[in-house]
């Protein structure tokens, strides 16, 4: 945490923006085309066919959760409400049941 501190009260840039959202938008892409093939967003977290699909997923779920939480910036993986609604747009669930 203090590392954090020291690094922003120099103006260090945790997300360099337009790269960040290209590979978001192309992510999105990937899992609206997950949804088509599966019917659904629930993108195993070890994903086999795509493990970076299913790490990103998780990184939305943790993202929203700390956003929704009020957590600085850097501590949302780039979360916005205009993500969140993208999300919502193709029914994607921020919490999955565990399965034993």
Not at 8 to 17: D, R
Not at 62 to 77: D, E, I, P, T
């Amino acid at each position: 945490e203090d590392r954090i501190q020291q690094l922003e009260s120099i103006g260090f840039q945790w997300v360099i923006e337009q790269r960040n959202n290209q590979t978001w938008d192309a992510m999105f892409e990937t899992l609206k085309q997950y949804k088509e093939e599966y019917g659904n967003t629930n993108v195993p977290q070890r994903y086999a066919d795509n493990p970076q699909l299913g790490s990103w997923v998780n990184t939305q779920r943790s993202g929203y959760k700390n956003f929704r939480a009020g957590k600085k910036q850097s501590m949302c993986q780039g979360m916005s409400e205009d993500r969140i609604q993208q999300l919502e747009s193709i029914g994607f669930r921020w919490v999955i049941e565990k399965q034993n």
